[in-house]
T-cell receptor, first 116, second 110 residues
Framework: DQQVKQNSPSLSVQEGRISILNCDYT??????FLWYKKYPAEGPTFLIS?????DKNEDGRFTVFLNKSAKHLSLHIVPSQPGDSAVYFC???????????????FGQGTTLQVKP | NAGVTQTPKFRILKIGQSMTLQCAQD?????MYWYRQDPGMGLKLIYY???????DKGEVPNGYNVSRSTTEDFPLRLELAAPSQTSVYFC?????????FGPGTRLTVL
């Protein structure tokens, strides 16, 4: 059962335009969501996050939107740059009883290609 | 700070062999994790630890073992390698919400 889904395996956009990456989840107990970026032959690196009590978080060119009623989040990159070309993973964290183990559940990833 | 380090970077094993993937972090993080990533898939949690001496199973623990004798180190052991364990393995550590990942170990079992 895939609790976090990224239904688009790939996305291609022109440099300077907006990139929108989407992520859906099924578990309403998730309380924190993160986006990671991964270049080939490297480990994922943290990009941006959002708590379930918010619906938007912005950091420079990156904005994450959370729609709890739809169980959907999205990452907007504006303007897109060729250096943004990478695999993007969304991840969700949920509490287990009263403990937070920090465990994350990852989506399958979306490969973004930004063309010059 | 070196962050999270993993060794080796690459390894080819024969079926039935065993090996230990090393992971170390110098950020004094209590929480550490092992993931595997298969092609076209997200990261699947193998094992995790919330502190020295404490470990627990993740989503896909079969065929693996871990130990956590110190805060810094979290080795992953494969006892009887199988082709299904061909994957890229990532170690991560965290103190709050954000996990910091190592560069990965690419393992092939033939």
């Amino acid at each position: 059962d895939q609790q976090v889904k990224q239904n688009s395996p790939s996305l291609s956009v022109q440099e300077g335009r907006i990139s929108i990456l989407n992520c859906d989840y099924t578990n309403s107990m998730f309380d924190y969501f993160l986006w990671y970026k991964k270049y080939p032959a490297e480990g994922p690196t943290f990009l941006i996050s959002i708590s379930s009590i918010k619906d938007k978080n912005e950091d420079g060119r990156f904005t994450v939107f959370l729609n709890k009623s739809a169980k959907h989040l999205s990452l907007h990159i504006v303007p897109s740059q060729p250096g943004d070309s990478a695999v993007y993973f969304c991840a969700a964290r949920g509490y287990h009883g009263s403990s937070n183990t920090g465990k994350l559940i990852f989506g399958q990833g979306t490969t973004l290609q930004v063309k010059p | 700070n070196a962050g999270v380090t993993q060794t080796p970077k690459f390894r080819i094993l024969k079926i039935g062999q065993s090996m230990t993937l090393q992971c170390a972090q110098d950020m004094n993080h209590n929480y550490m994790y092992w993931y595997r990533q298969d092609p076209g898939m997200g990261l699947k949690l193998i094992y995790y630890s919330v502190g020295a001496g404490i470990t627990d199973k993740g989503e896909v623990p079969n065929g693996y073992n871990v130990s956590r004798s110190t805060t810094e180190d979290f080795p992953l052991r494969l006892e009887l390698a199988a082709p299904s364990q061909t994957s890229v393995y990532f170690c991560a550590s965290s103190v709050e919400n954000e996990q910091f990942f190592g560069p990965g170990t690419r393992l092939t079992v033939l």
